[in-house]
């Protein structure tokens, strides 16, 4: 039998949460990590190694979080160590031109066929608006599509229907609420957004029938990562293609959670979809803040400078320690990786759904391989933003998760986000998993 970690004191992380209240809004940096989330007040974790971290009161756990899934080699990957340490004892960033940043191109390049150049950006956020900014420029049109549910980062027209709300708020499916996901930001922001449910191919073709025309990009998740793992109705991403090559609009595919972890060109290789644009981050930087553009020179080569540019500046593009990190990281993503990260998500999702079987709890694993999610729910699957809003028991998923951090797992009780296995995880950090959840779900209200 495995042996579960049990978590004893957390005073210290409640020390330091009280301490960091005084300096920083609700002790963390965003909400995500804070105590809309963690209602036991957050973990303070303070070391990580492989797969697993430690908190400020010595508890052991094993990540399944994994930051948010930037960490696709792990925690403190001796490679990466080596390859920041010399980079850093050579000067951190330059804000000039460096081999690194070439190496990190050259590499990226080869893994996504879809790119035939890349921008290096700091963040999803900033490559999504990136993005939109070349779609609008290429096309000379204003307005885009973006999904009911998926999300794209916090610049201001994406933060649309991102989160999820009570069913008897979002309207009818052919006309849905627009509803804002941030103060702060001018109605008008949203004229330019068409808004749409997704993974619904008629749906799809009416709303570009109506709006094809005057759309600069439709921008789209492959697999829903904001709303837990949905994943694609089989041809879905396919016929979206086909539409907005008709109606001339860019498909920009929103890889940032995907990229790098389904396969070594994302989920456009996965799924056979070649997009106008794609955006990536999280495993790309194997835990450095990055962001990336990729595409085609006739789209890219607008931010060439000269009249008509599309701007992009930053001090820290193509950042000279992340750029080096790229390189190691990429090269150590071969065939044979994805192979076992799909070996040993699948046997995670295997071993959770026996754990639901066998404590008869209404609940399902969804996705596959490197990222799935739970759902507590009646239904056989959850299939679009309107299913998670109406039939996922997010409460009882939280319920569940701050269970299992008591019992050394790691993990985000938001059920918007979803478990991620790096090339850390081993099979017997699934066992122990499971072992966990067996417990967790004894006694779950
Ligand atoms: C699909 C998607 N796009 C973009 C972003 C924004 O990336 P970042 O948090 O690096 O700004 C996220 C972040 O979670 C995301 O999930």
């Not at 995907?258 to 495993?283: H, N």
């Not at 990190?325 to 071993?351: R, S």
């Not at 009780?413 to 950090?429: C, K, M, Q, R, V």
Request: net charge neutral; aromatic share 10%.
């Amino acid at each position: 039998m495995t042996q579960t970690i049990k978590t004893q004191s957390r005073s210290r992380s409640q020390q330091w949460f009280e301490r960091a209240r005084r300096s920083l809004v609700e002790g963390v940096n965003s909400p995500s990590r804070g105590p809309a989330v963690y209602t036991a007040g957050p973990i303070l974790l303070e070391r990580g190694q492989g797969s697993h971290v430690w908190d400020a009161d010595g508890n052991e756990y094993i990540d399944f979080m994994m930051s948010f899934g930037a960490l696709i080699q792990g925690h403190a990957h001796p490679t990466l160590v080596k390859t920041v340490s010399e980079a850093m004892a050579e000067g951190s960033h330059f804000a000039a031109a460096t081999s690194a940043e070439i190496e990190a191109a050259e590499r990226f390049r080869r893994m996504v066929p879809s790119a035939e150049a890349v921008r290096f950006t700091n963040t999803g956020s900033e490559a999504t608006m990136l993005a939109l900014r070349l779609a609008r420029a290429h096309t000379g049109r204003r307005k885009f599509l973006k999904f009911e549910g998926h999300y794209h980062g916090w610049y201001d027209p994406f933060l649309l229907n991102a989160h999820s709300h009570p069913p008897e708020q979002l309207g009818p499916v052919e006309n849905p609420a627009r509803i804002p996901d941030s103060a702060g930001i001018p109605n008008s922001t949203f004229d330019d957004v068409v808004i749409a449910p997704w993974n619904d191919v008629k749906t799809l073709e009416r709303v570009l029938r109506q709006h094809g025309h005057e759309l600069a990009a439709v921008i789209t998740e492959p697999i829903m990562a904001n709303m837990g793992c949905i994943l694609p109705r089989d041809g879905y991403l396919q016929r979206l293609r086909e539409l907005t090559r008709e109606c001339g609009a860019l498909l920009i595919l929103d890889e940032v959670v995907t990229g790098f972890r389904y396969a070594p060109g994302g989920c456009q290789e996965y799924y056979g979809v070649s997009p106008d644009l794609s955006t990536f981050g999280k495993a790309l930087g194997a835990g450095f803040p990055v962001g990336a553009v990729g595409g085609p020179r006739s789209i890219l080569d607008r931010m060439q400078w000269g009249e008509n540019m599309v701007l992009h500046y930053g001090t820290f593009n193509g950042h000279r320690l992340t750029m080096k990190v790229i390189a190691a990281n990429l090269d150590m993503l071969t065939a044979n990786t994805y192979l076992e990260l799909h070996t040993v998500g699948n046997c995670a999702v295997a071993g959770l759904r026996e754990v639901f079987r066998r404590h008869e709890i209404k609940a399902i694993v969804q996705g596959f391989g490197p990222m799935f999610q739970i759902y507590f729910t009646d239904r056989e699957a959850i299939c679009d933003y309107r299913d998670y809003c109406k039939y996922v028991d997010a409460k009882r998923y939280s319920q569940f998760v701050h269970r299992l951090l008591e019992l050394g797992v790691y993990m985000t009780p938001s059920n918007g986000l979803h478990w991620i296995i790096s090339t850390a995880h081993t099979l017997a950090d699934v066992a122990a998993l499971v072992e966990a959840a067996d417990q967790a779900c004894s006694g779950l209200a």
